[in-house]
């Protein structure tokens, strides 16, 4: 981007509306991976993922790949995945046990920290080549820490600490976690990978859209509401049918039961309704009768009732994570292109808890992100269309103004929006997108 183009990056975002370009311009794309993923922090996996020393798993930061892995010591590295030779990626799986990294070129071998160790025919490389050289190492991300087993890693060597960046936001982690009757998550059952042709940001927005799912998702919730509810057959029939009619709430449920919050550094959640019926696992359900004995006999009553009763839904971490305590799930944003990316969906078990909750937690997870899920196709499917409109002649810009007017403070330092169907969390992400992207 020319420096007259890049000077008016701040003016793409204003008062209620952004422009289009900040979707469709491949320069502003490019930028974006220098500027925010190059430079903020990132979630890159789970500890559960890495548990023992040797342990590895593949990820991204931007478009750039990454190895998160354990080191001897154990001490947590995330890794370039680049031999230092010729530049091929060195690791191919996407997870697995390994105690050494050796590229499959020409045979570099790399410590599980990504210090060089071994290179065959070295007596050929001129007397300069000194394997000890920090240059012939696997480049190792500046910075990198975690909050309650989650992984955030930094290219930048300077900036704020993982909690001062994740702010108020750290209480969703704790949500998350404390809801384990152990204290402790652990990453299990696959991952769901799909892809969508429209930009990153188009699905953080709509992660926290609490008024698009009577549109967006009407013909799944029309087909829920026709079934019978004693013709239930197992329990994943059961929740399938009371996520997707849930969906079909009305305004007036979204205005008065549900809340949307907002915090500095474009992050955001949604929450504040709480029905024993509507969750993965009711209360009458003897299964969660089970997971609440095991809660109370660890943490007391009085400490479970006070983590049940916190209610939140998607917690919105930018620039690339959404997780449900509720649910167990949390899901990856991965941008390719400026209209084009990924999304990694991963589950966990509640360690302590009744293994038919992770069941549930799986079955949920098939529902909402399977590839032949009724819902996720069809946000998919708006996030196609968004990408065809933003990138063709007409309006110029994007209004996010519902609720703008009605904005207040947060008792936490953050902005709360009038109800859930407020696109104040819209307006939260493109003032950390400014700033961000006007730093440089």
Known sequence: MSSAANSDLGSLVQPGRVHKRVYADPEIFELEMERIFGKIWVYVGHESQIANPGDFAMTRIGRRPMVMVRHTDGKIHVIHNQCAHRGAMVVAEDAGHAEEFVCCYHGWTYGTDGKLIRVPLQHDYPEHFNPDDPSTSMVQAPRVESYRGFVFASLAADGPSL???????????????????DGELELAGGVFKHAYDGNWKLYLENLCDAAHPLFVHQSSTEAARAQDDDVF???????????MRQNGAPYKFWQEQVGIWTYKNGHSYLGDYHDDEKLVAAKRDETFAEYIAAMEARKGPEETKRILE?????????????????????RVVHPVSVN?????????????????????????????NGTGSLVLTDDLETYGRIGTGVSAAGADWIEVGRGYTSDRPDEHGGVQGKDSTSEVYIRNMYDAWRDYMTAA
């Open 310 to 330: 916190v209610t939140r839904w998607n917690s919105n971490i930018y620039p690339n994570l959404s997780f449900m305590s509720q649910f167990r799930q949390l």
């Open 340 to 368: 084009r990316t990924e999304v990694y969906t991963y589950s966990f078990r509640l360690k302590g808890a009744p293994e038919k909750m992770f069941e549930d937690t799986i079955a949920f997870a098939n529902i909402t």
């Open 233 to 243: 057959t197992d329990g994943v029939g059961e929740i399938a049918v009371r996520q």
């Open 163 to 181: 909690t001062d960046f994740l702010g108020h936001m750290t209480t969703s982690f704790d949500d998350m976690a404390d809801r384990a009757p």
